[in-house]
Nanobody, 130 residues
């Protein structure tokens, strides 16, 4: 069974930090491009960040540039999203995703398309509030 499981979400005050993790099982992440997405109530699922198989290429949504960092540890079969300087508008359900195809390239215009990713985690809630 191929699975992605997110963890690390929770309640944090504005300006605080969280680090999300996404552990893969049943397949090796080093064969996949990976991404983080989020969805707030009443909104569609939006791309937050992605990185290529070896981490050589990355993309970030404009809204999180300079605050969020995507990374991966293929030896641990785990991906991460470090979130700093959190804002209330970052409140959302966060999902990790993986795709065997090369969907994440520097400056790409389609990496944030949810339909490109085959495997998805169940989501972890991030709430930024005082």
């Amino acid at each position: 069974q191929l699975q992605l499981v997110e963890s690390g979400g929770g309640l944090v005050q504005p300006g605080g930090s969280l680090k999300l993790s996404c552990a893969a099982s049943g397949f090796s992440l080093d064969n996949y491009d990976i991404g983080w997405f989020r969805q707030a109530p009443g909104k569609g699922r939006e791309g937050v960040s992605c990185t290529s198989r070896t981490g050589g290429s990355t993309n970030y949504a404009d809204s999180v540039k300079g605050r969020f960092t995507i990374s991966r540890d293929n030896t641990k079969n785990t991906m991460y999203l470090q979130m700093n300087s959190l804002k209330p508008e970052d409140t959302a359900m966060y999902y990790c995703a993986a795709e065997v195809g090369p969907v994440c390239s520097d400056g790409g215009s389609t990496w944030y398309n949810t339909f490109l990713y085959e495997y998805w985690g169940q989501g972890t809630q991030v709430t930024v509030s005082s």
